[in-house]
């Protein structure tokens, strides 16, 4: 069944008219729709639509995450700032979070925001293109459920991690690296599993210190049952570097727990002792640091345009026909989309009817045949890119 | 040739005398012999007094760094600064830019120091462990030779870029993951090579786009010639997260220079454009954010511990007898080597005796028949040990 492609104005308007129906305040139903769907502007679908009702709306009519935020401060200086989430909207924590940051930047230089008590907050590159938009660098980080095992262990104890870095530049977009902290993460092995590919070797080890190999369905129900684990960037054992990104993991397990007194490993699985679920208690962090406190934002934008441009100008490989720099695959996937929308596979459809007749929400769409078309004016303004 | 044990107050007085003789003012010259020992305390003997003499005293002699270093605060904020380095003593400019960024974070939470036209500044971890032992997160980062190869590329475009992260636990050691963004760097190669160790395949890319197996001194001599270059954390390509680390070092790369206006890439690669020797002019940064902001040092401290003890007390890979966190193995390795020295090679002692000798000093060391044991007290502080 192929996907069908739903208007960005079409989806934009029912998945934040959804959020409301959940209890979602209007403001704040708009700033977790925008970090949905930036998510789809960029291709990285996992964190989409694909998302929209296993991962907030049922969490919040399971009651382990709240449709109202309340965002409290639990201290503040000038630079700085610990938050408690209240188990509300992690994209709202998020969002208000790294907004704070930015503020505190453009006034004294540098802004770091963290938080404890949060649930999942999409796309950690949604908060550092906030950054590179305000002409500042941006760096976020948040843990997540424990699945990845550390260098010599089986077990997994910390999250996929993201380390996430953003830096501005005089191109249509910003340098934006984001990505797990693992190897892969569970929502590429769950695809893996979708489109009958094995798994990667070296991804992901079993109890016995071995690679998994073969069926990625497999190896999915081995990680959720705990008899797997992902690897770290660099692999399984020293030989390739698998300390580093052990090391680069452990940091963001630390920054998301250590200054806000959070929960962190183990206590992150969403299940309390009895098996029962529970509030994820995720902590993420915030960091704006203001290239107009140095040398100046053209200047900033400029250098690193050349720095990211000579490298992409640089020898290929036999075979490669590019080079690229982080950021831009994501930039051209919008510009494909821009023009019609996101593509929306049939279960997800599924999902997206079953939201409208439980709402009572007044949308057809594309892949109804009482579709009609929809006319309301919108401007589209993906993150991702610089005016 | 066995290695010869040097006790740490003849080495240290020795180096710091030497460093003297070649024209460093005293209390600087005490830096550099601080930042130097550092590294074969914590065991990195690529970065220690095995670079003494190669690094340090004959780029002095060959005029391309200068013993007295103009620190040149070209701009400052409350949170932030730009400080051009004249081609001075990285240690030196290290040491000065990760205080006044810890100054700067007791006084208003964050602080962040930029520098451009310095010089090696040793190994990276000591300046974490400056932020760390002052309560602070600590980040540092520096641009380096070119010689590793983006992800689909083939020529060596920027330098083995460390990022390098530090928080504080309440051990005897912080965590402080200090390492390359390369999977290996080029004085691992070349200790491969004179242990003739086959190189790791997936650690150096030809020009043909394939992993170079085999000698590796035959792989060095081609990173050299400019016909093959280092890959990235994660590996050729993108299967294995090859561009993560990637990300990671293009990130170092962007804030060595973008944000003081300094050199990158092939520009840093010591030589003119007929040939000739010159500066380096490398760029670093320098991040403290003060615990003490947040919810206090003692919390910090005390959880970050839990976190990693969590980690290693985690299931074992068969045939691993423990699981270790970043730091650790540097502060065993110091313990073991704190109450007798530092192990000298037969070629470095060479070296030592040479400077020595040029420079009229009144030193005897173990490795000579008239050896006159030093008696000289001292307090041995290790920077990456907790008081």
Redesign the interface.
Known sequence: MPKVVCPWNLITDFVTDAFKGYGIPEEEAKMCTSVLLESDKRGIESHGCNRFKPVYLDRIKAGIQFPTTNFDI??E????A?VDGHNGMGQVIGTKSMQMAIDKAKK?????V?VRNSCHYGIAGYYTSMATKASC?GLTGTNARPSV???????G??GTNP?T?G?PTDEKFD?N?D???S??QNGKVEYYARIGEDI?P??V?D???NPVEGDSGVALKKIRQGTAALTT???IGE???G??????A??V???S?????GA???DLDGKDENGNIRPYHLGHFFIA???N???GED??RK??G???R??RA???????D?????GEKEYEIWKSREGSGVPINESVQGEINAVRDELGLDYTFPWEDNYVPYEKEMKITALIEND
Chains 1, 2 share one sequence.
Do not use: W
């Open positions: 639990i201290k200086t000038e630079t700085t610990v004294y230089g540098m802004g770091m963290v660098i095992a550390p260098t010599f262990g089986v077990e104890m910390f380390l870095l830096v340098f690296i990505c797990a902290s190897i892969t990667h070296g991804t080890i109890l016995n210190g960037l660099g692999g030989a390739l570097g300390y580093k990104g052990y090391g680069y452990l940091f397990e630390l920054l727990s250590v200054l806000q007194d962190f490993g183990k640091i203001d290239t406190h140095f040398l200047l900033c250098k690193a050349e720095i990211i000579t490298i640089s020898r290929k490989m036999p075979g490669a590019r080079i690229y720099t982080a």
